[in-house]
C-alpha cells in the first residue's frame, strides 16, 4: 500500500467556530480520526479522497504518520473511539 496520511474530520471548519466555543487556539477533537493516500509527490499531504471515500478537503492533517508497525494503530491511540471504522477496515487488509 502507498504511504497513508491520517486526517481529522471535525464538526465545523476552524473558522466556523463560535466565539462561545471557546478561545480559537483551544484543541478541537476531531468528530471522525480518518485514513487517506498521501497526495502525488507528498508525504506531507493527504490526497483527495479518504479510503472511505470523503473528501479531504475541510480536514486537518494529524501530526502522527502511521508506523507501519506490525500491531501498531495507523491512528493516534487518543482517537480510537473517534476512528472512521470504513477507513479501519481498509487499513486492516
Known amino acids: ?8 474530520e471535525f464538526d465545523q471548519p476552524a473558522g466556523a467556530r463560535a466565539p462561545a466555543a471557546g478561545p480559537p487556539d483551544a484543541e478541537r477533537l476531531p468528530r471522525r480520526v480518518h485514513a487517506a493516500p498521501a497526495a502525488p509527490g507528498r508525504l506531507d499531504a493527504a490526497g483527495p479522497r479518504t479510503l472511505c471515500g470523503k473528501d479531504t478537503f475541510a480536514m486537518a492533517k494529524a501530526g ?16 480510537a473511539s473517534a476512528v472512521c471504522p470504513d477507513c479501519d477496515a481498509v487499513m486492516e487488509i
Open 1 to 8: 500500500m502507498s504511504e497513508i496520511v491520517v486526517v481529522y
Open 64 to 79: 502522527r504518520t502511521p508506523s507501519g508497525d506490525p500491531g501498531e494503530p495507523w491512528y493516534p491511540e487518543a482517537y
